[in-house]
């Protein structure tokens, strides 16, 4: 099966998570929570838990950490393909190392996505 | 008149010699409005009348004096030495392509790649030829981006993933072969899209962009070949998830 097309579907749909969510989310949380520049008290763990346990919001994770895992692994992937790392043996390695990576890293955050919601 | 000398350093390839390309030096006079091609043109008349290049038009339009300038891409006579002048104009036959001899590169792999993606309107049924095929300024609009391409392969010199693989079908055939995708004359899509959406064809692209970079007629094959790619993952999961509805 030629899955070519479907994972740079994925890479694609990551590049716009980790273009705009993500430095979102990386604002929210480790600026203007800490710094005072949003409404939340910036030591309260409980606030953060209170939250997770809303569908949207681990979901909300779950896209970010996957999309994000996918993206980065791809564009690692062609920048040392452009670095020199090529021929078939070399890029079949690369897809299994860093598709295997960004795999697991998102059934890793589907895992804990919906631990204490579905099971 | 000329008050001053330029140095071209020209590569020179000649087959029948067994050699290795070597470079050669003239030193010719220099003139303020003159173009890399200007300077070839004087050698091969004035100097050294076994140089070897292609060239017709001289003004941009047929692309045949392609030429690796001071190491960049460019067509010969659309770049003044002034532009590129630093110390000696180096001119080498365009990279990723066999050489035939001095700057005359051999194309014939361009040129199946470029009929494998059927660069002309497709259509089942021609209908009545007696009329016109109607269309709105939009619909020219959304091809005459890519339409422009004059085949100069200027984009498949400066393309690091051709020159590493050579089976890769490339900036310029994927850019044409999204100007007929998009034409609404044209009904060969599909086919088109199957054979980008190959190992070979436009997922070889790991978007470096130096192909829209050196383009002289600014049709930005690196954006073609990134629509194209989700052109070919909406048909490929059209294809898998709908396999009977699965067309255009």
């Given at each position: 099966m030629f899955l070519e097309p479907l994972l740079w579907g994925l890479f694609s749909l990551g590049g716009f998570i980790?273009?705009?969510?993500?430095?979102?989310?990386?604002?929210?949380?480790?600026?203007?929570?800490?710094?005072?520049?949003?409404?939340?008290?910036?030591?309260a763990y409980s606030v953060f838990v209170q939250r997770w346990q809303e569908p949207l919001v681990r979901v909300f994770f779950f896209v970010l950490i996957g999309g994000s895992l996918f993206h980065g692994t791809h564009r690692l992937k062609f920048m040392l393909v452009d670095a020199g790392l090529r021929g078939p043996g070399v890029q079949a390695f690369l897809d299994i190392i860093l598709n295997a990576v960004a795999i697991l890293g998102s059934l890793a955050a589907l895992y804990y996505a919906v631990r204490g919601w579905l099971f | 008149m000329a008050d001053q000398d330029v140095v071209f350093r020209v590569k020179r390839y000649r087959p029948e010699s067994g050699a290795k390309p070597t470079y050669q030096e003239y030193r010719i006079p220099y003139r303020d409005d003159m173009v890399v091609l200007d300077g070839l043109n004087y050698i091969k008349d004035h100097v050294d009348p076994t140089l070897a290049y292609r060239w017709s038009c001289r003004m941009g339009i047929c692309g045949s004096c392609g030429a690796n300038v001071n190491g960049q891409p460019r067509l010969t006579c659309g770049t003044y030495v002034r532009d590129v002048h630093r110390?000696?104009?180096?001119?080498?036959?365009?990279?990723?392509?066999?050489?035939?001899?001095?700057?005359?590169?051999?194309?014939?792999?361009?040129?199946?790649?470029?009929?494998?993606?059927?660069?002309y309107i497709v259509r089942e049924d021609w209908g009545d030829l007696t009329k016109e095929y109607t269309q709105f300024p939009e619909d020219v609009e959304a091809y005459r981006q890519q339409s422009l391409c004059i085949n100069c392969m200027l984009c498949y010199a400066a393309c690091p993933v051709f020159g590493a693989s050579p089976a890769f079908v490339g900036p310029a055939a994927s850019?044409?072969?999204?100007?007929?995708?998009?034409?609404?004359?044209?009904?060969?899509?599909?086919?088109?899209?199957?054979?980008?959406?190959?190992?070979?064809?436009v997922w070889e692209c790991t978007f470096v962009g130096e192909?829209?970079?050196?383009?002289?007629?600014?049709?930005d094959p690196a954006g073609a070949l990134?629509?194209?790619?989700?052109?070919?993952?909406?048909?490929?999961?059209?294809?898998?998830l709908m396999p009977k509805s699965a067309s255009r």
């Open positions: 980790t273009a705009f969510l993500f430095p979102i989310t990386l604002f929210l949380l480790f600026f203007a929570a800490p710094f005072g520049l949003w409404p939340t008290d910036p030591a | 110390g000696a104009v180096t001119v080498d036959p365009l990279a990723n392509f066999p050489i035939l001899k001095d700057l005359v590169v051999d194309f014939d792999d361009f040129l199946t790649k470029l009929s494998s993606v059927t660069p850019a044409l072969a999204l100007r007929y995708i998009r034409d609404t004359r044209d009904e060969g899509a599909d086919e088109r899209l199957a054979r980008l959406n190959t190992k070979s064809g192909c829209s970079v050196v383009c002289p007629k600014d049709v990134q629509t194209l790619k989700v052109l070919a993952t909406m048909r490929h999961m059209r294809r898998l």
